[in-house]
């Protein structure tokens, strides 16, 4: 598994996408024992990645709202 700071090689709808299916495997009880750990610790990365994204593209857009209100 990769380390929870490497980048994910992922699109954000790819990692929501994942997780949602992580979820659904957790909601219909289709995650054994033995691997819930891993589904656990995998939908926390890509929460992680996710929240990444969106904090980048905020501060992207704000970026630009502030460049336009100078002109």
């Given at each position: 598994m990769k380390?929870?700071?490497e980048e994910l090689d992922l699109s954000?709808?790819?990692a929501m996408q994942e997780l949602e299916e992580i979820r659904d495997a957790l909601e219909?009880?289709?995650?054994?024992v033995d691997l819930l750990s891993e589904k656990v610790s995998?939908?926390?990365t890509l929460?992680?990645?996710?929240?990444?994204?969106?904090?980048?593209?905020?501060e992207e857009l704000n970026a630009y709202?502030?460049?336009d209100k100078s002109e």
């Amino acid at each position: 598994m990769k380390e929870k700071n490497e980048e994910l090689d992922l699109s954000y709808e790819a990692a929501m996408q994942e997780l949602e299916e992580i979820r659904d495997a957790l909601e219909e009880d289709l995650v054994s024992v033995d691997l819930l750990s891993e589904k656990v610790s995998r939908a926390y990365t890509l929460i992680e990645f996710c929240k990444k994204k969106l904090i980048k593209t905020e501060e992207e857009l704000n970026a630009y709202t502030k460049d336009d209100k100078s002109e």
